[in-house]
């Protein structure tokens, strides 16, 4: 009986079972709302361009499980932000997270276990574990705040992968 919890609860085949994501990057139809916290103020318009815009990105590094592809966050012509991963290859696993962390990326072993120890947001469920999707962040979030981005595993407290976000 503690054999079938234990499976239950580390969810074993999650390891080999692939779930793959091809979102497109959104696009917003609103009317540009003038400067937004990444860009500067001043007594004129800022001309806020009509796609998106790359505003910080960063490639992840492998923590707990071999994990490759990008991240950026993105400015759209609205002036809200999304987080967007491209090219995600890691493993699945039980309960993962995209969080946004105020902690350091660091690489190997030292890097496991340090993004839920600060200040952090738990943007959602990771999608997928491999492709392309994009989070959406929350009106008026200080994304600039949470210098890293983590695919998290929130069931054994350990970051699967991890990048530093770096402005453009």
Known sequence: MVAVAGSVWFQPWALWVDETV???LPSA?????????DEPSSASPVP???GPVTVARGTFVSHEHATTGVVR???LADGTHTLRIEGLDTSNGPDLRVLLSDAPV???KAGWDVFDD????DL?????????QNYPLPAGFDWSAYPSVSIWCDRFDVSFGA???TRT
């Open 22 to 24: 091809n979102e497109a």
């Open 29 to 37: 139809s609103a009317t540009p709302r003038g400067p937004t916290t």
């Open 48 to 50: 806020v361009p009509s």
């Open 73 to 75: 966050i993105v400015r």
């Open 106 to 108: 660091k690489e190997g």
């Open 118 to 121: 600060g200040r952090h947001v």
């Open 124 to 132: 959602a469920k990771l999608k997928g574990n491999k492709g392309d």
């Open 163 to 165: 990048a530093a976000l």
